[in-house]
């Protein structure tokens, strides 16, 4: 019999193995002896675990798994006795990871080997320890040159002292810089000064959007009576 059920035996219910003897009496009076040896066959039972990837499944019998957790599911011995399989299943997870990263048209970056020079998100999978994709991503953002500032101005002035102005087309989110004779910087979209004969000269002003910088522009600065 199997563990768990039982065997009748001379009105005795028997469920442990053994040697069992029932004394019968024959038609002519005689003894008649019945000998019984019973086997109890366990119920066997195997613990297993497994492990999948996020995404992917595990047949344990007629089902297919997706989930982490404990499954069992019961099949027979070549006894005919139930054999218990417990299963413990894990599902490790795809890792993902992202990053973003910004710089100015005509240059580059390198990722896993890739040149990227575009606008963009760029994916590259990996593999975890657990044989599982990790996935990273970078969020590439190039920005672009801005032309060369349009300048501006009232040069040239008609004695020393003039004040002399300057002005750059203005344009959203941009920073400027100006240069000029005797170590000139200024920052400001307009710039004016009483202009001196040492101040003649080439003025030159760059604009900057998003930390990307233009070509120079330049304009003269001059004094029509310097006598």
């Not at 066959?41 to 982490?68: E, H, K, R």
């Not at 299943?89 to 990722?111: R, W």
């Not at 990996?126 to 349009?150: E, F, K, R």
Request: with cysteine; net charge negative; proline share 6%.
């Amino acid at each position: 019999i199997c563990q768990g059920a039982s065997y009748t035996f001379a009105g005795n219910t028997l469920t442990t193995s053994g040697l069992y003897t029932q004394l019968l009496q024959t038609s002519s009076g005689c003894d008649s002896t019945i000998n019984l040896t019973l086997i109890v066959d366990p119920i066997l039972t195997s613990n297993i675990q497994a492990a999948i990837c996020q995404g992917g499944s595990y047949s344990f019998g007629t089902q297919t798994l997706t989930n982490p957790g404990n499954y069992s599911r019961t099949i027979q011995t070549v006894a005919g006795c139930d054999s218990i399989i417990n299963l413990t299943l894990t599902v490790n997870p795809v890792l993902t990871s992202s990053s973003s990263l910004a710089f100015c048209q005509g240059e580059s970056t390198v990722f896993y080997g890739q040149t990227i020079s575009n606008t963009g998100a760029y994916n590259h999978t990996l593999q975890t320890v657990a044989g599982c994709d990790s996935i990273v991503t970078l969020n590439v953002t190039v920005y672009p040159i801005p032309a060369s500032p349009i300048l501006s101005g009232n040069s040239p002035v008609e004695c020393p002292g003039d004040v002399v102005t300057l002005h750059i087309e203005p344009i959203t989110n941009a920073l400027y810089n100006w240069s000029g004779p005797q170590n000139f910087i200024s920052s400001n979209a307009d710039v004016f000064f009483p202009v001196a004969l040492e101040q003649m000269g080439t003025y030159s002003a760059t604009i900057s959007v998003n930390g990307c910088v233009s070509s120079p522009a330049s304009i003269p600065v001059s004094i029509l009576n310097v006598n």
